[in-house]
């Protein structure tokens, strides 16, 4: 998920000529340089650690180095959509293709509103996806093995799944959700939305509407489970007004959020989350980086695989303790959802009020597995790669942060 603001807003590479190990052309480093001093200071970065845009995606960014102060089109619909999208924190060409944008059907309301907020409805759905098929998975094994709706012919004999199912759902729903968000760059995980505008240069202004639309698709796709599954609910809890939580043996508000275990300690829910977090974040650096392919690769089109793999992994090995949520969208919404249709204030205090675990900590998680990759594996761009690993930054953050918008306007990131 990495480096996809660079893959939607670089049209093409600049060509700076070759460097003395190879014959490729080459763009030049968006950190600053180890050291002022040193001959090599503007050797160029190799050409695999900066991705190409395909024709799906901005067709009409400007290429590196391009202002974006270029008189718009006045027949494409996304032009005069501009102001708007900065406003809301987005890069001001929308990611349409040039056909599409000139097309009449787009000059229609609903069409512009698509436009100004196709990145943010790729995330809440996206993250709507995933959360229907991980949510829909556990409900369907917790309700299936219910004594009341013991289920005479099921596959397996005692009930529609088992725990590897969830694994399965969750794994799924993940994979179908990057496809569904690819404009947007298919986070669909506030940490690791947030890991990305630290270490990969994801533009900061684009956090807090990924948030919103991440945190809202949960939200939303926890009803829609409950809906479909409330008579379930009404059966298994012994009553349509009986929601209980963990842990009730009749409970079912696990259906939508993750509750701990009851012995563990809050060090231990803590370290639980912070490792699968860490865990995703530097797996999903590795197969994002085109730089530590070998002899294969499980970006481009394997990386939904990939991910589904990932995801059921965490989900096999690292599942018990506290239900791996690793994911603020994935459990704050669903778990305001439960809230709201009545499983009361014990959403919040129970496990000694747990929900902050999965609120917070997957930031943390995420943050430090992708620190561990950039330090020890890592060679292209990023804060780590620069003297004192980006450190030196904190004492001067104004001219940093002037830096930062500085080259993300010269490659057209925003």
């Known amino acids: 998920m990495d480096d996809y603001e660079r893959n939607m807003h670089l049209r093409e590479l600049p060509d700076t000529g070759p460097s003395s190990h190879t014959n490729t052309n080459h763009a030049e480093s968006s950190w600053p340089a180890y050291n002022s001093n040193k001959a090599d200071q503007d050797h160029p970065l190799a050409l695999h650690n900066l991705p190409t845009a395909t024709a799906s995606h901005h067709e009409h960014a400007p290429a590196a180095g391009e202002p974006l102060t270029h008189d718009p089109d006045p027949n494409k619909t996304s032009s005069h959509l501009q102001n708007t999208r900065l406003r809301l924190g987005l890069h001001p060409t929308a990611p349409v293709i040039e056909e599409h944008d000139l097309a009449a059907h787009n000059d229609w309301w609903w069409p512009r509103i698509r436009l100004t907020l196709k990145e943010p409805f790729a995330e809440f759905f996206g993250v709507f996806i995933m959360v229907l098929f991980g949510d829909g998975a556990v409900a369907q094994v917790l309700l299936s093995h219910g004594s009341a709706l013991q289920p005479a012919g099921a596959p397996g004999g005692a009930g529609f ?81 009986l929601r209980t939580v963990p842990p009730s043996k009749t409970a079912t508000a696990g259906i939508f959020c993750t509750y701990p275990q009851a012995d563990l300690t809050k060090a231990s829910q803590f370290l639980s989350e912070f490792i699968a977090s860490a865990i995703l974040m530097f797996v999903i650096f590795a197969l994002k980086d085109d730089s530590n392919r070998g002899q294969f690769s499980a970006s481009g089109n394997w990386f939904p695989l990939a991910l589904f793999f990932l995801i059921f992994g965490l989900g096999a090995c690292f599942g018990w303790n506290t239900g791996y949520a690793i994911n603020l969208a994935r459990d704050l919404g669903p778990r305001v959802m439960s809230y709201a249709v009545g499983y009361g204030h014990e959403v919040w205090s129970a496990g000694g009020y747990y929900f902050w675990i999965p609120t917070f900590v997957p930031f943390l998680g995420c943050l430090f597995g992708g620190i561990v990759y950039d330090v020890f594996i890592y060679t292209g761009p990023s804060p780590i790669n620069t003297p004192w690993f980006g450190l030196a930054e904190l004492g001067r953050p104004r001219a940093a942060i002037a830096e930062r918008v500085r080259l993300q306007l010269k490659e057209g990131l925003v």
């Open 161 to 241: 799944g088992d725990y590897q199912s969830i694994s399965w759902g969750w794994g799924l729903g993940v994979m179908l959700g990057i496809y569904v968000a690819g404009d947007s760059g298919a986070y669909l995980n506030p940490a690791i939305t947030l890991t990305n505008c630290l270490l990969r240069k994801l533009p900061w202004r684009r956090f807090p509407i990924y948030l919103l639309a991440q945190s809202l698709g949960g939200f939303c796709a926890a009803g829609v489970i409950y809906a479909n599954y409330i008579n379930g609910i009404n059966a298994f809890e012994g009553g349509p007004h």
